[in-house]
C-alpha cells in the first residue's frame, strides 16, 4: 500500500528554524507532485505549499511565503518542508500529501508530525 | 483568494438517516482545461484526512456508494444516503482550480 511519513516535527522557539521530511515507499515517487497541508490545534485545514513532481514548480500559501521553502530528492524518495522564522501562529501538525495531477486530487496522506512553536 | 463556505457547521444525524452538506465556493471552480477540481474529504477523530470525492462527484476508489457529491454552478453537496457509526467525522471541501487552494471550515458530523 502506497504510504508518506512525516518527521522533524518538534518543540522549537519563535524565530526558529525546522525541516521537516515526507518518505514515500510503494510507489514510484519521482512521479507525483506532494502538498504540505497543515491543521492547528482544533481548527480546520491549510493549504501550505505544493512541489511538483521534478521540482520544476513550487508554490505557497501567502502565510509562508518567504519563510518556507519546499524541495525534494527524488534518489531518496522525500520532499522536504524547510521552515523558518517560525511563529506561534505555525504550531500544528503537518501532512504531505500525494497529488495526481490528471485527477485533481490528493489521494495519499501521511499520519502528519506535530510543530509547536512557543517559548 | 477562493472562499468556500461550508454549511451547516455541524449535525446530528440518527443513524439509517441521510446527511447533507453544502459547500459554496466564492468564485466558479471551472478550470481552464474543463474540469472542475472540488474535493470532499473525511477526517475521523485522531486520523489523517481521506479523499472520498473528487472532480465534484467521482467517487474515490474503496469509498462506499452511500457517499455522493453533486455540483450546481458554485454549490456543492456531499450526501451520505444512510449514516453509520462509522461516518462519525469532520467533513471539508477542498479546492484545487486555482491557487492557493483553500479548505471549506468542516462540517463536524455527529450520531444523535
Known amino acids: 500500500q502506497m504510504q508518506l511519513v512525516e518527521s522533524g516535527g518538534g518543540v522549537v522557539q519563535p524565530g526558529s528554524s525546522l525541516r521537516l521530511s515526507c518518505a514515500a515507499s510503494?510507489?514510484?515517487?519521482?512521479?507525483?507532485?506532494v502538498h504540505w497541508v497543515r491543521q492547528a490545534p482544533g481548527k480546520g485545514l491549510e493549504w501550505v505549499a505544493f512541489?511538483?513532481?521534478?521540482?520544476?514548480?513550487?508554490y505557497y500559501a501567502d502565510s509562508v511565503k518567504g519563510r518556507f521553502t519546499v524541495s525534494r530528492d527524488n534518489s531518496k524518495d522525500t520532499v522536504y518542508l524547510q521552515m523558518n522564522s517560525l511563529r506561534r501562529d505555525d504550531t500544528a501538525v503537518y501532512y504531505c500529501?500525494?497529488?495526481?495531477?490528471?485527477?485533481?486530487?490528493?489521494?495519499?496522506w501521511g499520519k502528519g508530525t506535530t510543530v509547536i512553536v512557543s517559548s | 483568494e477562493i472562499v468556500l463556505t461550508q454549511t451547516p457547521l455541524s449535525s446530528a444525524v440518527t443513524l439509517g438517516q441521510p446527511a447533507s452538506i453544502s459547500c459554496r465556493s466564492s468564485?466558479?471552480?471551472?478550470?481552464?482545461?474543463?474540469?472542475?477540481?472540488l474535493s470532499w474529504l473525511q477526517q475521523r477523530p485522531g486520523q489523517p484526512p481521506r479523499l472520498l470525492i473528487y472532480?465534484?462527484?467521482n467517487r474515490f476508489v474503496g469509498v462506499p456508494d452511500r457517499f455522493s457529491g453533486s455540483v450546481a454552478g458554485t454549490d456543492f453537496t456531499l450526501k451520505i444516503s444512510r449514516v453509520e457509526a462509522d461516518d462519525v467525522a469532520v467533513y471539508y471541501c477542498?479546492?484545487?482550480?486555482?491557487?492557493?487552494?483553500?479548505f471549506g471550515q468542516g462540517t463536524k458530523l455527529e450520531i444523535k
Open positions: 500529501a500525494k497529488w495526481l495531477v490528471r485527477g485533481g486530487y490528493m489521494d495519499v
Open positions: 510503494r510507489f514510484t515517487f519521482s512521479n507525483y507532485g
Open positions: 512541489i511538483a513532481f521534478d521540482g520544476s514548480n513550487e
Open positions: 468564485q466558479s471552480l471551472l478550470h481552464s482545461d474543463g474540469n472542475t477540481y
Open positions: 472532480k465534484s462527484s
Open positions: 477542498m479546492q484545487a482550480t486555482q491557487y492557493p487552494y483553500t
